[in-house]
């Protein structure tokens, strides 16, 4: 008998693999890119985000205003939608000392080249305060050459074309591309927004953020350098270690920040990696919202802090995407085993990380019940474990405290200062202690008019401002040496007595407090520009002068060195050096616009109007019920319901220890955010069937 013979359908050259694209497609794409990126660029130099070319316009016309303040009427604008402006002024031929003001009020008050451009009109001052009008110098502003008219909307209408004809005429191609991306364009496109939104601080701005909180990690480290034996009970080892790792290479602030920047980097392509094994149709979006995280201001903060922030959030993106991809993979010991050293990790990096033991059980309580291979479960179990032990036992063996942290009840305290209770119970002199508390928060309340705010809003927004005041210094001050011994002896157990006693007798504004810092923790903050982080770090490092060894603190000047006696970078001028004067900080310090900025400010942008939303901590919460629902109706055995169930619970668990016990700022919410991003990713996972249930192959493992 005859054998059969395979019926193959013919296909167009448009739909063959992506990876290897015929001629036509290359000659297309290329046409169609190239098209774009000349109306990408246009466009970049219309918004003097990246000017390509000058023009020098000279000054005529000039007239006085008051004070040193000039003004002159400058040729239409040029520009569409100016994010920062790129003017600059010249005097016979030579810059002005300064970068643009942000008004001509300082001008009027100061002069001496300094310039505004505004409405259509420049202000500007003589360099010499003199009167431009009658000087003899010739004046002009050099500003990005004006494109005529047409121009733009041809090169987009060029651009719109070629990528019609391109979707129209390989649309099989462009599917199976977006379906099946190359591993390679993912990671390109979440590095390309990140080297969009920060290479800019390390090109121009290279200016670390150094904390007073940095001084105490610093000290860690310091007494490791001197073969010491530092108490983690306050602050945890995590990061101190990896100051120490960074600092015996190099001993500069600058390169621990990159250090930092480069691992938050690294985390994020780790989950954009994970989503891609899960669907390679979920690269593209996950390294987009990824990017978005990376993108937002608490991020950039933290990244470029001398804080443990940074690493705590880096740790447990990467404890999650190993944690997706040992759920994913055939043979996850790898995997599970690296998701337990990262939980553990975080935890002696922030022990506000100890929500992930909840993780771990519930991980461990999954994987048994779905009967994963036993190397998978052992190498899961072990790790974690291990080293909190190991911690511990340090801890017990240093300042006899058989735990990962002593600092809780600081943190509770902070969090119920504002409604502590005296009590008969207690001695006379800690009842004082209790008075001092009540009398400074309560006269902190009055002059803020907000005394009457606890027991009459329920609005989280007021009940912040009530809340704010009792996380303060002077009153933990007392409340530490409680007991007429330490925090470690005494206080400790009079702060947690006295806590727990008063939000016994005062629930409502304890529920109070957990509710307002809920809403504090999931709402969106304002997404500042950073320019406004980079002139406090100037105020502090270059005219402050806080590590300088004039100080004489050779711990802050040990820590902070290469800034000890430093010049601010050429990008950044200081108009007023005198810190005692009584000067407005965008007066005292000003950042000249550079390409760089102006492009971060694009991306700055992008987040505030984007990402920067209720909508995403809703979907997150949306999708963590529907997780909810599918996984209790598998009887947990499905696994895609349980990567997302296990994700957002580390978002709700993380939410639960601030609020119940700590005052709410993006500082403490900010590392959490990225599950606010990924979680709709989750969604097309959920509902495609075939992705359901991997756990039987997970089983051979």
Aim: glycine share 6%; charged share 15%.
């Amino acid at each position: 008998m005859a054998e059969p013979v395979a019926l193959v359908e013919e296909r167009p050259a448009a739909t063959c693999n992506p990876a290897r694209p015929p001629f036509a497609i290359v000659a297309f794409v290329s046409l169609s890119s190239a098209a774009i990126l000349a109306a990408v660029l246009a466009t970049l130099h219309s918004l003097a985000i990246v000017p390509l070319a000058f023009e020098q316009l000279p000054i005529t016309g000039v007239r006085h205003l008051e004070g040193f303040t000039y003004y002159a009427a400058l040729p239409p604008d040029p520009y569409l939608v100016p994010l920062a402006r790129a003017e600059l002024l010249y005097e016979n031929g030579r810059p002005a000392p300064f970068p643009m003001v942000s008004g001509y009020g300082v001008i009027t008050k100061s002069g001496n080249g300094r310039f505004h451009v505004s409405a259509g009109t420049l202000f500007f001052s003589a360099f010499d305060n003199s009167d431009p009008t009658s000087n003899g110098r010739r004046y002009s502003v050099t500003r990005p050459l004006s494109l005529p008219q047409p121009v733009l909307p041809l090169l987009w209408l060029a651009a719109l074309g070629s990528t019609v004809v391109l979707a129209v005429r390989f649309r099989l191609w462009l599917l199976g591309l977006l379906a099946r991306p190359p591993l390679w364009t993912v990671a390109g496109l979440l590095v390309t927004l990140v080297i969009a939104n920060r290479l800019w601080i390390f090109v121009d701005y290279p200016i670390p953020a150094i904390h007073p909180d940095s001084a105490s990690y610093y000290a860690l480290t310091d007494q490791l350098n001197h073969g010491q034996w530092p108490e983690f009970g306050i602050r945890p080892p995590g990061y101190p270690l990896l100051m120490k790792a960074v600092f015996s290479v190099t001993d500069r602030v600058l390169a621990l920040v990159m250090v930092q920047c480069a691992l938050s980097t690294m985390a994020a392509l780790m989950l954009v990696y994970a989503f891609y094994r899960w669907n390679n149709a979920l690269g593209i979006p996950a390294a987009v919202l990824m990017g978005g995280y990376l993108m937002s201001t608490a991020a950039m903060e933290h990244d470029t802090a001398m804080l443990s922030e940074s690493l705590y959030s880096t740790l447990q993106v990467l404890s999650f995407a190993c944690l997706l991809l040992a759920l994913r993979r055939v043979r996850p010991v790898l995997w599970m085993a690296a998701s337990s050293i990262g939980m553990a990790l975080a935890i002696m990096t922030r022990p506000g990380g100890m929500f992930l033991v909840v993780i771990y059980v519930m991980v461990l309580a999954f994987m048994l019940w779905n009967r994963f291979g036993r190397r998978t479960v052992i190498a899961f179990v072990l790790p974690l474990p291990l080293l909190l032990l190991m911690m511990c036992f340090y801890n017990w063996r240093t300042i006899h405290l058989l735990g990962v942290s002593a600092w809780g009840e600081a943190n509770l305290a902070v969090g119920t200062f504002t409604f502590w209770q005296t009590d008969p119970a207690y001695p006379p002199e800690i009842n004082q202690g209790i008075r001092d508390i009540q009398s400074f928060v309560r006269r902190r309340m009055k002059e803020t008019g907000v005394d009457t705010l606890l027991d009459s809003t329920w609005n989280p927004a007021e009940l912040s401002r009530v809340f704010i005041l009792g996380f303060h210094a002077d009153p933990l001050d007392i409340a530490t040496k409680m007991g007429g011994g330490g925090y470690n002896t005494t206080g400790r157990a009079w702060i947690r007595r006295i806590a727990i006693d008063s939000i016994r007798k005062r629930p409502l504004s304890y529920t109070k407090f957990v509710y307002s810092m809920l809403y504090n923790y999931y709402r969106p903050w304002p997404e500042d520009d950073f320019r406004g982080y980079l002139m406090n770090r100037t105020l502090v490092i270059f005219v402050e002068r806080r590590f300088s060894a004039a100080n004489h603190n050779l711990l802050l000047t040990r820590m902070a060195k290469e800034f000890a006696d430093a010049s601010p970078p050429p990008t950044v001028v200081i108009a007023n050096a005198d810190p005692s004067a009584s000067v407005d900080l965008t007066e005292r310090v000003l950042l000249a616009s550079t390409a760089g900025l102006r492009v971060y400010q694009l991306t700055w942008m992008l987040h505030q109007r984007v990402f920067s939303r209720w909508l995403w901590p809703i979907v997150a919460f949306v999708t963590f019920l529907i997780s909810v629902i599918m996984l209790v109706a598998s009887r947990a055995r499905n696994t895609t319901a349980f990567a997302a169930f296990i994700v957002l619970s580390a978002m709700v668990g993380a939410s639960l220890v601030v609020a119940l016990v700590e005052y709410s700022q993006p500082r403490y919410s900010y590392p959490m955010e990225w599950t606010y991003m990924i979680a709709p990713l989750f969604l097309p996972m959920l509902f495609r069937r075939r992705l359901a249930a991997p756990a039987a192959a997970n089983s051979a493992a």
